[in-house]
């Protein structure tokens, strides 16, 4: 366990690493990653330390830091890595460059990288992201177990379906009448250990913004917050809508 | 998506245009669609952009826009109408003026006139409502699919039934004893393309303050936004109760 | 609907009223029952006007109006009756003294007196409280209806009942062997014809805190503010996890 | 019923004790235990004045206060203990030095010290603890009803199971594939009657973190505030998880 209240840097490098994150814009993708988590911990999404975010802008990736109470999250607890660092060997376990050894520009004392930070970068760099958010909602969760062994989630004719967009570089939304599709990829021992799987998983469901981990949350990822926030709402809805109609005997979709 | 942050205009019309929805009383239209939005987010009925909210008052129509986070929007992101728009043709697709095409004082750039805009001028027009609003509650989006193909939901001897209007132009709220009877018409592809559904709706159901959308939402108005609002809360309450009702194998009527 | 925006009176005898409301004391029964309802609201035991409370301090007794919006009230939106009143004849339907007319220290205009009045009199009649509470809890609706044409709602063993007194005059609570009995009274199509029955089972049940009204909600009362909003969340509490009880097969009471 | 507007004291060695609980840091254990409590009672923790909280902190313990509402509590409601107590006599019932007979560095009057109060002080002694969280949440009661005898709660391969240490001195937390296993004790009349049972049960469980109590709620602890709530707010996330899979047909442990 982190502590949070220890990890403001304290000597000159420190202080331009703090550069990095104090602003007074609170749209700086430092604050606005510590409102987002205190909102998300609002929504149940990251209860208890789970779950997390990051965004990219321009030269560098901002990432929340591992195991600390996602609400209470500071400017100053949180990592910076430059953007090329996307060109990192990340999804081969063998070949794998850790979290552990990215060439942090700002890695805070006393706190540990996310073991999410690949599956974020994956997203960046496969689908010209720049936020993805990983959430454990439980909706997410019970969503995949109801789908038992099956790959995807599949969903149809409920409105909020038109909140996800057709596919990167396409042009809109789903409409009411089509099939929403999230695929789920199965859990591993170790967070980083999902990365391999992700992209593979990306790479079969070109038109995605979100993939679902069995017995564990969700990654979502779009071109900016606004629009992953939103595509995670929306499946989020959707998934509570999903298990609800589990309950009442309603079929998702209309074989 | 739209740029919710770049809303505002620019120009001396635009400085004209912004006059219409700048104000310190928190009950102007323009201020209050925000505080009603964020409040309706936080109930779960405006999820991830889904759903809105307009208001008359004297002669201009405000409008929330489409596809924005509703909790974050802002007074300069509203539209506004002139009321005499409320004699546009709409509801015949062969004929409609679409919400695209609308006359707007104001229009604010990088975002979209919402598609519920001629549904919101539709109980405007045939109800002289003064402010309508549209969830994608969960609540009412179960009660339309517990209801089958059943085109009213009904429900009865709940006190709660007594928050309901009895019809415009009627004196007092439904009494206990009273059957509530919202009807509901069928989602189509397009929102606007609702528009003379629940214009038909309105005249088959001469009373009603709500019609419901399957497997959508809700779209409920009142003389002014309290008694929109109140209805609204008070229909959600009811639609929770029934799903709840059903899992427990409790009947909604005495049959 | 009422006009909150205009309860405030006008003549030098509206503003002897009014100082019967205004203080700077947040704990002043005209100030406590706004930031009650508000809280009471987000609960969900006052959507869309229904439910309300009243406190009785020395020789007034304030009251919430009747059709408003409950967390937005303010002090000004307050009524104020003698405690004298409590001796008006308001069971007997016949002889009733309507709460229409009875004489108001302080009477809003465009405001309605809640029909809730003779129910939270009778409680501080019969049983000398001073704070009543009426909510249209889900919980406790479905718990009514859970029970059948059962007159008592019964649970035992759950640590939870030791936040219920064991009654008027008595020392200390509820034990966690001792089984909790809450009465149950059938609906009135008026609330105010309640009040006969709400005596009658004052009576029967003379340790009770709290009545239920099938298919409404209930009327939960104490000796100050702090008991009867305590004894509410308790029963409310044990109220959901009856429910969820039922939802999985678990009984209420040991055979 | 205490009444916490008049628990601040009036001597000098009142103010001397005063001394104990005011302070302007925000985590000093007396306002600590404020806004932990003013939290847990939003997540439906302590409805109703049940539940509770203690933070130890060097050679003090500091402990809020029985029956009163917990989102309320003030610095000045505190109790303070001397660390030394910890070797007090508390779990033998026949030798035990009552809760209401220790020696209290700060005794706010008209205010009764928690009857959690030996039971926050096992974990403290027995575990070198040093923040003890008890909940009245629903899904912790719903999890001990739906284990029937059982004497513990088991779940595996859910993600979330990663937020609950491997146990005291060993090193990071359970791995997904490990069984998560939360010992229940049975529930007694009184709560300090609890303390002989915890006692025994975090010897025959010496890697736990918690301890449920049937039919009642939950004991966890930590090495600080952070670990203590943090696991505590896993396990319920995992408890409500459990609730619904039981629901929906989905089995706890593999086979």
């Not at 700086?28 to 789970?50: E, K, Q, S």
């Not at 609400?71 to 376990?93: G, M, R, W, Y």
């Not at 606004?226 to 999903?242: G, R, V």
Request: hydrophobic share 35%; with cysteine.
């Amino acid at each position: 366990m982190a502590t949070q209240e220890q990890s403001a840097n304290g000597t000159k490098a420190d202080a331009d690493a703090d550069a990095l994150v104090l602003s007074n814009d609170p749209f700086h993708p430092a604050n606005h990653i510590c409102t987002l988590c205190a909102h998300f911990y609002n929504l149940g999404w990251v209860t208890g330390t789970g779950g997390g975010t990051s965004i990219r802008r321009g030269d560098k990736i901002y990432l929340a830091p591992s195991g600390v109470q996602k609400e209470l999250i500071k400017p100053t607890d949180i990592f910076v890595l430059p953007s090329e660092c996307l060109n990192l060997q990340i999804a081969d376990p063998a070949k794998r460059v850790s979290h552990h050894d990215m060439p942090y520009l700002r890695r805070p004392k006393n706190l540990t990288p996310s073991a999410c930070t690949p599956l974020f970068m994956t997203s960046f760099r496969k689908r010209d992201a720049n936020c993805c958010i990983h959430t454990h909602s439980e909706w997410a969760v019970l969503a995949t177990l109801l789908c038992g062994s099956a790959k995807v989630f599949e969903i149809e004719e409920i409105e909020q379906i038109k909140g996800i967009p057709k596919g990167p570089g396409k042009d809109g939304n789903l409409g009411y009448f089509d099939r929403l599709r999230v695929p789920i990829i199965e859990n591993t021992a170790k967070e980083e250990d999902l990365t391999q799987y992700l992209e593979q998983c990306m790479e079969e469901f070109p038109d995605t913004f979100a993939v679902l981990v069995r017995r564990h949350g969700i990654y979502v990822w779009g071109k900016d917050v606004a629009q992953a926030k939103t595509i995670c709402e929306s499946l989020d809805w959707l998934f509570k809508l999903a298990v609800e109609m589990k309950k009442l005997g309603l079929p998702w979709t209309k074989q």
